[in-house]
């Protein structure tokens, strides 16, 4: 029997990723390398907390945000992408429509506060440029 040719798993065994050995679908650590089959616990924990909230869990919960006025936060999301697409609309036409000249003037402020968002950045690379162009 040729050994290069391995079956496939069976229908309650998955491939481990690292060995390659067909592993019970149940275990949490293939038995043949040790290595953890299944992600850290606590991203399992929050992805299977988010699939088991239903749909109308989050309706309930969309309402209470709008009676206590909080933003939904897909909403707050989009909003936030559309104020992005605004500002760099706003630099890129103070600089005369030069897209790489944005970007270098958002990686400069990106090197003065590391770790800001792009959204930070651009308000702030604005701010510098109104200063400067005064
Ligand atoms: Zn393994």
Redesign the pocket.
């Known amino acids: 029997m040729p050994t290069s040719i391995t079956p496939p798993p069976a229908d309650d065994e998955v491939e481990?990723?690292?060995?390659?050995?067909y592993?019970y679908i149940g275990l949490t650590r293939?038995?043949?390398?040790?290595?953890s089959?299944y992600e850290p616990e606590d991203v399992e924990e929050k992805t299977s907390r988010f699939r088991s909230r239903s749909r109308f869990s989050r309706a309930v919960e969309s309402i209470l945000r709008k009676i206590r006025g909080e933003p939904d936060p897909a909403q707050e999301l989009f909003t936030g992408a559309l104020r992005e697409k605004g500002l760099f609309e706003d630099l890129l036409r103070k600089v005369g429509g030069d897209r790489s000249a944005v970007e270098r003037l958002i990686d400069y402020e990106r090197q003065q506060r590391p770790g800001a968002t792009r959204l930070t950045c651009l308000q702030n690379a604005i701010q510098r440029w109104e200063q400067e162009n005064r």
């Open positions: 481990c990723a690292n060995c390659g050995a592993v293939c038995p043949n390398c040790g290595v089959l």
